[in-house]
C-alpha cells in the first residue's frame, strides 16, 4: 500500500523568495514519486518525476526535488517564487511506474506581490 | 499540450441518469487511467486500461465502468448518477515500456450531478 502527505495544503510566500512545498510518502516499495502542477480550471501538468538514480531531480520552469529516502520524503523547492507560480500543486507516487497514480491532497500556493 | 483531449469540457446530468466521457490519448499510447478530482482534493484513481483490458481499479463501484478501442481512445461510464460523483474527470495516457513512463493527463471533464 501506499500514501502521500503534502504538509500544508495552503502556502504563501513573496515574489522572489524561496518556495518550499512538502511531501512525505509511505511505499512498501521503492516509488515512483512525480509532482503536478494544476492551474485553475485546467488539467494536471508533470514538474518533474524521480524513478531511479540521481536522487536530485530536475523538473520544469525552475522546480527541483529531491528524493530522500531515509526521511521518506519527497519535497519541492525552486529559489525564486515567480506570481506565474500561483497554482495547485499535487505530489503523487507509483509503486509500479505504471499509470496508477496515488495523489496527495495538494498545497495550493499563493505568490504575494 | 499533451496530445490528450477529452470531451465534453462541462455537462449537467441528473441524478440517476448515466454518463459517458470520452478520451482521445497521446498517438501510440496503449495505457489509459482514468481519475475523479473532486473540488479540494486530489486526483483519485478510478482504473485503468492496457491493450483493451482493465488491469488495475481503485476504490470505486462497479457502475464506474471503461472501455479502450483499438485506436487507444477511450470511455469513462459512469451509471446511476449520485451526487457525490460531481468532480472533474481526468484521462492520463502513457507508454508501457517507456523508460519513466511519462503520464500525460488531458484538462478533464467537468461533471455536475443535480
Known amino acids: 500500500a501506499q500514501s502521500v502527505t503534502q504538509l500544508g495544503s495552503h502556502v504563501s510566500v513573496s515574489e522572489g523568495a524561496l518556495v518550499l512545498l512538502r511531501c512525505n510518502y509511505s511505499s512498501s516499495v521503492p516509488p515512483y514519486l512525480f509532482w503536478y502542477v494544476q492551474y485553475p480550471n485546467q488539467g494536471l501538468q508533470l514538474l518533474l518525476k524521480y524513478t531511479t538514480g540521481a536522487t536530485l531531480v530536475k523538473g520544469i520552469n525552475g522546480f527541483e526535488a529531491e528524493f530522500k529516502k531515509s526521511e521518506t520524503s519527497f519535497h519541492l523547492t525552486k529559489p525564486s517564487a515567480h506570481m506565474s507560480d500561483a497554482a495547485e500543486y499535487f505530489c503523487?507516487?507509483?509503486?509500479?511506474?505504471?499509470?496508477?497514480?496515488?495523489f496527495g491532497t495538494g498545497t495550493r500556493l499563493t505568490v504575494i506581490p | 499540450e499533451t496530445g490528450v483531449t477529452q470531451s465534453p469540457t462541462h455537462l449537467i446530468k441528473t441524478r440517476g441518469q448515466q454518463v459517458t466521457l470520452r478520451c482521445s490519448s497521446q498517438s501510440g499510447h496503449n495505457t489509459v487511467s482514468w481519475y475523479q478530482q473532486a473540488l479540494g482534493q486530489g486526483p483519485q484513481f478510478i482504473f485503468q486500461?492496457?491493450?483493451?483490458?482493465?488491469?488495475g481499479r481503485g476504490n470505486f463501484p462497479p457502475r464506474f465502468s471503461g472501455l479502450q478501442f483499438p485506436n487507444y481512445s477511450s470511455e469513462l461510464n459512469v451509471n446511476a448518477l449520485e451526487l457525490d460523483d460531481s468532480a472533474l474527470y481526468l484521462c492520463?495516457?502513457?507508454?508501457?515500456?517507456?523508460?519513466?513512463?511519462?503520464?500525460?493527463f488531458g484538462e478533464g471533464s467537468w461533471l455536475t450531478v443535480v
Open positions: 503523487a507516487v507509483s509503486l509500479t511506474g505504471a499509470n496508477n497514480l496515488f
Open positions: 486500461y492496457y491493450r483493451e483490458e482493465e488491469n
Open positions: 492520463a495516457s502513457s507508454l508501457v515500456g517507456d523508460s519513466g513512463n511519462t503520464i500525460y
